[in-house]
């Protein structure tokens, strides 16, 4: 769809001619699709008229013609196919690509496109073969454990969208040259103990010497070991059980 598209602008990693996020450049020319994370049209049935690859993400994405002849593209869930029947509403069924608030979602379901904060959209859950699950209900909270492996709390109005993102084998796919990685927009890295020491804090020495710092680091000088994680960070109440626990 012509009106859904538009010419994707490379920034390869830089911000006023600064570079900004390294590793990145020279990738091939895309067009962004609108992707309609909000799914904010309230009880309009929608039919699947088709799953498209989408150069932007490892999922794909399905184009969606609505009943008053709108189309919009999301993205596709496991099991979505052309002719599927999909609706965003409070009294929307159980079913895969239907989106309702965490609150009206039985426990024990598969979701994705989560929304953090209410009205903003899909903010996470999105990547292909993903899938989180709603845990359990508090009084002011819903309990949903993300991919991770972390139970965090989130507002019942927030909305979720039933089903496993789509693309499942998106994960097995592997890059046999250097050209994927480069048609890509990802350039090649160099690892920090081979560099300058002016260029980075793992650099210098002779010959091979390794790090040679107590703790490792990160180009910029700052420590990345042990819990780099906020401690007045705002989510904290929100987390009930950390991921990565064993």
Do not use: C
Not at 54 to 78: F, K
Not at 214 to 227: C, D, I, L, S, W
């Amino acid at each position: 769809m012509k009106n859904l598209k538009s010419i994707l602008k490379k920034h390869s990693g830089r911000r006023s001619g600064k570079v900004t996020v390294r590793h990145q450049g020279g990738r091939s020319k895309r067009f962004l699709r609108e992707i309609d994370f909000k799914r904010d049209k309230i009880d309009v049935w929608g039919v699947v008229e088709g799953v498209e690859y989408d150069p932007n993400r490892n999922a794909d994405i399905a184009l969606i013609l609505y009943e008053d002849g709108e189309r919009r593209y999301i993205l596709a869930p496991d099991g979505l196919k052309a002719g599927s029947k999909i609706i965003s509403s409070e009294s929307a069924p159980i079913e895969t690509g239907n989106t309702l608030t965490l609150g009206a979602i039985p426990v024990g379901t598969p979701i994705h496109n989560l929304e953090i904060r209410v009205g903003k959209g899909g903010q996470i859950v999105k990547s292909a073969g993903s899938v989180a699950n709603v845990f359990g209900k508090e009084d002011m909270w819903v309990l949903v454990k993300l991919p991770s492996g972390e139970v965090r709390r989130f507002d019942p109005k927030a909305k979720a969208t039933i089903g496993q993102v789509g693309n499942i084998e998106a994960k097995n796919i592997k890059l046999h040259n250097a050209g994927a990685s480069r048609h890509r927009g990802i350039r090649p890295s160099v690892r920090g103990t081979a560099m300058h020491p002016n260029a980075h804090p793992h650099g210098g020495g002779e010959g091979r010497s390794g790090v040679g710092m107590k703790y490792p680091k990160t180009v910029y000088g700052r420590r990345a070991v042990g819990k780099t994680r906020s401690k007045d960070k705002y989510s904290n109440r929100l987390i009930v059980e950390r991921r990565g626990k064993k």
